[in-house]
């Protein structure tokens, strides 16, 4: 299947500093990336979906000048948490979908683990 | 408002055991319902269901989608302690994005 990579699988910053988490579809071209967040023992939570080219589409309640996404390329995602505060604390997890119709299966990355200080 | 609901919350069972799990979902313009399984990271592929009472199979583990009664229920047959993990359920819904809505999760804990 195909595969997805995020970096870095785990980060410690300061509050108030700012943290880049890039995905990266490995093996095919994603023209469309999504972004989740899981708080312990909760699901996942789709906060934004990140195509390549154009602006992300941020969920309700999810502030987009906190969390910049950026979709430069057909293999690359980023996600740059702004400003970040402890309740920003969370496991990120990207993924990516083929292009293709009908396809709706998305292939996840193995998450980054945010900590803030 | 569109939702995902999966029961148990939570399983415990001994090694051999056949478990089904079950997930109903309520999701505007519905397309279809997938299952993962997360262990330790990111959730892993096992199923997606479009049509409904057709069965899918992957060795032990099996699917089904009920679209009339808006339900899905996972079961796995002779479970080990490698199927211990949190079972995820998510609901395909709108446009061309094919964003997904998840629900909570059964964390299945299979004992030797």
């Known amino acids: 299947g195909a595969v997805v990579s995020q970096h870095p699988s785990r980060v410690i910053c300061k509050s108030g500093t700012s943290v880049k988490i890039e995905c990266r579809s490995l093996?095919?071209?994603?023209?469309?990336m999504f972004w989740y967040r899981q708080f312990p023992k909760q699901s996942l939570m789709l906060m934004a979906t990140?195509?390549?080219?154009?602006?992300?589409?941020?969920e309700q309640g999810v502030e987009k000048d906190k969390f910049l996404i950026n979709h430069a390329s057909l293999t690359l995602s980023t996600l740059t948490v702004t400003s970040a505060h402890p309740e920003d604390s969370s496991f990120y997890i990207c993924?990516?979908?083929?292009?293709?119709?009908?396809?709706?299966?998305?292939?996840f990355g193995p998450g980054t683990r945010l900590t803030v200080t | 408002e569109d939702k995902v609901v999966q029961s148990p919350l939570s399983l415990v069972v001994h090694e051999g055991d056949t478990v089904t799990l079950n997930c109903s979902y309520e999701?505007?313009?519905?397309?279809?319902l997938l299952w993962y399984k997360q262990e330790k990271k990111a959730p892993t592929f096992l199923f997606m269901l479009?049509?409904?009472?057709i069965e899918k199979k992957s060795g032990r583990l099996s699917s089904i989608l009920d679209k009339k009664e808006l339900f899905s229920i996972l079961n796995i047959t002779a479970t080990q302690t490698g199927d211990s993990a949190v079972y995820l359920c998510?609901?395909?819904?709108?446009?061309?994005?094919?964003?997904?809505?998840f629900g909570k999760g059964t964390k299945l804990s299979v004992k030797p």
């Open positions: 990140s195509n390549e080219g154009s602006k992300a589409t941020y």
């Open positions: 993924s990516a979908r083929e292009p293709g119709q009908g396809t709706y299966e998305q292939y």
């Open positions: 998510a609901g395909i819904y709108g446009g061309s994005q094919g964003n997904l809505i």
């Open positions: 093996d095919f071209q994603a023209t469309t």
């Open positions: 999701v505007t313009n519905f397309r279809s």
């Open positions: 479009t049509s409904s009472g």
